[in-house]
Every structure is written in C-alpha cells, then in structure tokens.
C-alpha cells in the first residue's frame, strides 16, 4: 500500500534510485576485486622474477667458485706433475711434489676433475709409477704424461670458462 502523499511514480522513481545505488556499490565492489587481484598477479609475477633472477645469481656465484677451485687444482696438479718430470730425485721438492700430486689425485680433484682430466691424471700416475718402479733414468714418458695432463687441464678450463679464443 503507498504511503500517503507518494505516487507510485515517485515509489518506482525511490526504487530505481535504490537499485542504482546499489548497483553501483556491487559494480565498485566487483571492479575493486578485479583490480586486486591484477596487483597481486603483478606482485607474483614481479616476485617470480626476483626469485628467479636470485636464484640465477646463486647458481652463477657457485659455478664460479667452483671454477676458480678447479682452475686451482688444475694448476696444482700440473706443478706437481712438472716438478715430478724435470727435479732431481729425492730432492726435497721432487718428495713435496710426489706426495701432493697423489694427495690430489685421491682428493679434491676427483670433486673438480672432468672425465678427461681424470683420465689424464690417472695416465700421469701411472706413467710416473712405472718409471719410479724401473729405476731408469730416462723420465721422457713421464714428461710426455705431464705435457699430456697439462694440455687436457688448460682444455677443460677453457671449455668450462668459454674462452675459445685461447684454444
């Protein structure tokens, strides 16, 4: 029943005016709602990314160190192996250099080594053995395996640091 004094032309007129505002109120609720849920993927996206290109760092730090380690080793290895081949027998630096080489040989560089340098190493080893074990005096199979380990050392590094224009 209308109120007294209202029309049913000012009811619809009320109505209408009602069902507008709240219309508005759901339409303003439902755009809100689409605009937080597009900052937040920008946010997941944006943290994505973050996490990402954290990560990468990481990852690019460990590969380095673990390059400088092995470059390291590398280099060790091969002193040791040129010492083996060129100083005098018995003498302090050839015993430094006999007990260093087989300290690398069964410790860090099997952390470091690629397949050919662990090839390479073993070769050294036994070639160094054998002679050892002769007694001769002729080491030139020992220089050939300690050429040899350092060529297949300074191949592998330059694989691994991409530095083709040293090849």
Do not use: H
């Not at 032309?9 to 507008?20: A, D, F, K, N, R």
């Not at 040899?148 to 040293?166: E, H, N, P, V, Y």
């Amino acid at each position: 029943m209308p109120e007294k004094g209202k029309t049913s032309m000012e009811m619809v007129t009320s109505l209408l005016g009602s069902l507008i505002v709240a219309a508005g109120i759901v339409i303003g609720t439902w755009q809100f709602k689409i605009d937080q849920r597009q900052k937040l993927d920008l946010l997941e996206k944006q943290l994505s990314a973050q996490k990402s290109e954290s990560d990468n760092q990481y990852r690019n730090q460990f590969q380095r160190a673990f390059w400088e380690q092995q470059l390291t080793l590398y280099v060790k290895a091969t002193s040791a192996a040129g010492i083996l081949a060129s100083s005098p027998v018995k003498s302090a630096p050839f015993e430094t250099a006999r007990s260093q080489f087989y300290e690398l040989l069964w410790g860090p560089m099997s952390i470091v080594e690629d397949a050919k340098v662990k090839v390479a190493m073993e070769e050294f080893s036994t070639a160094f053995l054998q002679w050892e074990k002769s007694g001769s005096t002729d080491r030139s199979s020992v220089e050939k395996a300690a050429y040899k380990l350092a060529q297949t050392c300074r191949a592998s590094a330059i694989a691994r640091w991409d530095l083709r224009q040293f090849q």
